[in-house]
């Protein structure tokens, strides 16, 4: 099988993608001698957006000093991630833009798309809030915490799995 055929199947073994993964991560910190991160660009937009929309908050010491509103290398991660999959799923043929849940969120919590995007957005809420409490997103701490043998990468790692194996059994139980 050729490279571009390779390149374009939907679905990667796991090992070729945390090789290509690991790869990234070492040529941002050699390139541009920045850890993979992306939390801190949702931060940074929302810095951006508080001093365009002449909003009190962009007043505050956090976005003024910690995140003030400019353009950081999280927000083009953060773009290029975005675009990344775009080109990839365009490329592998599997680009669909769907409002509808899938089969299993259907039968296990009925086919409300208001509900569905309701809870996306505030679990979106909480994965941002709870990566500010612990100091990075789940990239900066796993991949890039890791990659420096951080003990709180490590652990994160371990929660991660957990507490994703404990909710899927909650929400789906024996479904998944």
Known sequence: M???EKMKEKVWSPWAAGVLLGLTAIASYVLVDKTIGS??????IDSILLKTFHL???NSMYFKFQM???VSFQIVLFAGMLL???VSSKWSKDFKFRMMPDQQWTQNFGPSKLKRWA???????????????AGGCTSG???SGTMQLSPAGLLFIAGLF?????????LYGGDY
């Not at 939390?39 to 940074?44: A, H, K, Q």
């Open 162 to 170: 957990v507490s994703g194996i404990i909710t899927t059994k909650i």
């Open 39 to 44: 939390s801190g660009g949702i931060e940074s």
């Open 84 to 86: 990344g999959a775009f």
């Open 56 to 58: 009190n908050l962009a």
């Open 119 to 133: 809870l996306i957005f505030l679990g979106g809420i909480i994965i941002e809030y709870s990566a500010g409490i």
């Open 68 to 70: 003030p509103p400019v």
């Open 141 to 143: 701490l796993a991949i």
């Open 2 to 4: 050729s490279f571009n």
